[in-house]
């Protein structure tokens, strides 16, 4: 009997620990265990002297050389001392592993394990720590590009949109929403986006990609998302996730400067910057939800209808925050 065509499939646990154990410097004591799925999978290895977190990347969702891009954006940001989770070479020097799942070839790279805990409620220190952290990375990517997605109208907005109408009727009163504010989004940067510094930006820097430690600080990981844009970009969607956070606490405005004015400290954001943020962040609001349709096999729980006035709802009250 034939196998049936899968278009993703979570690979054994059991299996990948035993793979990393013959491919790298672990004791045989070495387990794995899935920590999470979504466009990556996600694996925590523990041997008895370290922790590792291996990543597998989804069937055709990077090429190798925009993970080895990535890599190597990680290993030079190690060299200028910003703390970053890092790609481990193999027993044969090599970063990239290529297995073969039953959906055709994944590749898979284990990265050091960020030490600490991820902190959705953070305090005005916390925030002022991200802050430096962010300024430091972005200065030591300026005007630096990569080799991957660059973030600009097209792949911001326009193609999100189209990836949105797939899933969404356009008729939606939420889909002539994302039209209003696209049109709007782009009139807004037309006549500043060439005065906008441009770094090698993360994307996707919320409480959930990063590690606090008391003794180590804070470590950025996960930069699947990694690109060259805007270093607002960055500075706009970590506002805009802490605003969702601290939405009617009354704490919002005051962590927020903590982190802006500690950003400032390194990188001092310019008055276009600053009075960009609201729809930087809503930019890049789009730009995930065209993400999930686009990959609606690991959303398909909650991409309906009400998911997108949820979502979208979430978008106008960021917006009406900051009077936009």
Not at 271 to 298: K, S, T
Request: proline share 2%.
């Amino acid at each position: 009997m034939s196998i049936f065509p899968v278009s993703t499939s979570t690979l054994s646990a059991e299996a990948l620990g035993v793979f990393v154990q013959q491919k790298y410097v672990l004791d045989t004591a070495t387990s794995c265990t899935l920590l999470k799925t979504g466009i990556n999978h996600t694996y925590l290895v523990v041997d008895e002297k370290a922790k590792y977190v291996l990543r597998v990347y989804y069937h055709a969702w990077r090429s190798r050389e925009e993970i080895q891009e990535e890599l190597a954006l990680l290993l030079m940001l190690k060299e200028k001392g910003v703390a970053v989770s890092v790609p481990i070479s193999s027993n044969d020097s090599v970063f990239i592993q290529t297995l073969q799942a039953p959906e055709g070839e994944r590749y898979a790279v284990l990265f050091s394990f960020a030490e600490g805990e991820k902190v959705r409620f953070m305090n005005g220190e916390i925030c002022t720590d991200i802050g430096s952290y962010m300024a430091t990375m972005h200065q030591a990517t300026k005007d630096r590009s990569i080799k991957r997605e660059q973030y600009t109208f097209e792949t911001l907005l326009t193609l999100p949109y189209q990836h949105a109408t797939t899933v969404f009727s356009e008729e939606q009163e939420e889909m002539k929403y994302l039209r209003q504010l696209i049109g709007e989004i782009q009139r807004l940067f037309v006549d500043k986006e060439a005065r906008l510094p441009k770094a090698i930006v993360h994307l996707d820097l919320w409480y959930d990609n990063m590690s606090v430690s008391k003794e180590k600080g804070i470590t950025f990981f996960d930069f699947d998302f990694c690109g060259t844009g805007w270093m607002l970009l960055d500075v706009a969607y970590f506002a805009m996730q802490l605003f969702h956070v601290e939405v009617g606490t009354g704490n919002y405005e005051l962590k927020l400067k903590s982190f802006l004015d500690a950003y400032g400290e390194i990188r001092p954001l310019t008055a276009n910057e600053r009075e960009l943020i609201p729809h930087a962040g809503a930019a890049i609001w789009i730009f995930y939800l065209g993400v999930q349709c686009q990959r609606f096999d690991w959303t398909n729980l909650f991409l309906s209808e009400n998911y997108l006035k949820m979502y979208i709802s979430k978008l106008k009250a960021w917006l009406a925050f900051h009077e936009k």
